[in-house]
């Protein structure tokens, strides 16, 4: 029996939860004089960002050689060395550091 009264609470609180939100959905809906895009315009939009989300993935799947199985099952992938064509910034040299002071009080 209290099991029945705690889902018949639940239930009535999921149900009131349902209903107040369908019941905002009309405000938050307010035009701005603006036409909303249209169904074919949504889907450009959706498969311009698929597209550039599969050119990035595959940008970052370059800087990976192919998978190598080991002779006990293991998989390795290995990164590609950076090459001399990086166009990453030259490493400083490495220099003395300065002599340090002596305080003076």
Do not use: W
């Amino acid at each position: 029996m209290a099991d029945f009264l705690t889902m018949s609470r639940f239930t009535a609180s999921v149900a009131a939860i349902l209903l107040v939100c369908a019941s905002t959905t009309g405000a938050l809906a307010q035009s701005d004089g603006q036409k909303p895009p249209s169904p074919t315009e949504r889907l450009q939009e959706g498969a311009a960002a698929i597209v550039d989300g599969l050119r990035m993935l595959m940008d970052q799947l370059q800087s990976y050689q192919p998978p190598e199985v080991m002779p006990n099952g293991d998989i390795i992938i290995r990164r590609h060395s950076p090459t001399q064509d990086d166009t990453s910034p030259p490493k400083p040299e490495k220099t003395e550091p300065d002599a340090p002071k002596p305080l003076t009080l």
